[in-house]
């Protein structure tokens, strides 16, 4: 079985903090590195899609890191708002088996106003 | 707007019973996969169909069988539910290798619980 880990659990962080999550993965046969945002009641959206080591990607507060040498990746958010406050899932595919996806157990951002 | 839909929001069982979740997508994916949500736990796979008629265990197939019969459908069968199956179900579907990392697309969920 894949391990995907992530850290924090939880957090909890007030409006205007900036945060970062992280994620480790495997680091040998690497394909792609997901990260998702998932809200209460909502379905899991995707934010970054990332697949070249040293990869970053940013979407408005929002930005991303990847080191696949040592199986890591960095969630960032700048100046964190209550709308902000979900679960955020990374998931990792594996080059040998593309076509499965495993999560990593995630991390609940609670943004407190 | 591209959609995952799943049949039922929530759903009760009593245990013994067979259950069936439906997903439908409309994106002519060729993969589609069954996840079980459980706090602390995220999103663990149960299946993954990588085309019609075929399918692959994740990593917790026990006590679930899944069906493909046409491209947009994937279905989830416990044959004999337990109260251990209660937990939110999450289907998801992606195009089959293109080399850009191909993202999921989820859809809602169904909370089953089994009584």
Same mark, same amino acid.
């Given at each position: 079985? *894949?391990?995907?880990?992530? &850290? +924090?659990q939880s957090l909890h962080v007030q409006e205007g903090d900036s945060t970062n999550f992280t994620?480790?993965? +495997?680091?040998?046969?690497? #394909? =792609?590195?997901?990260?998702?945002?998932?809200?209460? =009641?909502?379905s899991p959206e995707a934010l970054f899609v990332m697949t070249l080591n040293g990869d970053e990607k940013k979407k408005g507060r929002i930005s991303a890191t990847l080191n696949t040498k040592e199986? #890591? &990746?960095?969630? #960032?958010?700048?100046?964190?708002? +209550?709308?902000?406050? =979900?679960? #955020? *899932?990374?998931a990792f595919m594996e080059k040998t088996s593309y076509d499965k996806v495993i999560f990593g157990p995630g991390t609940s951002l609670s943004v407190i106003p | 707007d591209v959609k995952v839909t799943q049949s039922s929001r929530y759903l009760v069982k009593r245990t013994g019973e067979k259950v069936f979740l439906e997903c439908v997508q409309d994106m002519d994916h060729e993969n589609m996969f069954w996840y079980r949500q459980d706090p602390g736990l995220g999103l663990r796979l149960i299946y993954f169909s990588y085309d019609v008629k075929m399918k692959e265990k994740g990593d917790i197939p026990e006590g679930y069988s899944v069906s493909r019969e046409k491209k947009e459908r994937f279905s989830l069968i416990l044959e004999s539910a337990s109260t251990n199956q209660t937990s939110m179900y999450l289907c998801a579907s992606n195009p089959a290798y293109q080399g850009v990392g191909e993202k999921l697309f989820f859809g809602s969920g169904t909370q089953l619980s089994v009584l």
């Open positions: 079985i *894949l391990n995907v880990e992530q &850290s +924090p994620c480790s993965f +495997p680091s040998s046969n690497f #394909y =792609a590195l997901h990260w998702y945002r998932w809200e209460t =009641a909502k199986g #890591y &990746s960095y969630l #960032y958010i700048k100046g964190s708002q +209550p709308e902000d406050s =979900a679960t #955020y *899932l990374c | -």
